[in-house]
């Protein structure tokens, strides 16, 4: 089906599978380089963001699809 789409931020964009067997989501950061979305030590390669911590996300999202 159809995804459905969720600003998040000016920057980042949750998109959303839900017809699929498994949970499928996928979090679009425009303009982020290769660096860990939320770090707050300087690092990686091109620009970070603050407008999302992908830790939390992370957690967020398996504590909802624990089993």
Do not use: Q, Y
């Not at 949750?14 to 017809?19: C, G």
């Not at 425009?30 to 407008?51: F, K």
């Amino acid at each position: 089906g159809e995804p459905a789409e969720e600003r998040l931020s000016e920057h980042v964009t949750r998109i959303t599978w839900r017809k699929c067997r498994a949970a499928v989501v996928f979090i679009v950061i425009e303009g982020m380089g290769h660096t860990w979305p939320g770090a707050t030590l300087a690092g990686g390669v091109g620009p970070g963001t603050e407008e999302i911590d992908a830790s939390e996300v992370m957690w967020e999202f398996f504590a909802r699809h624990a089993k």
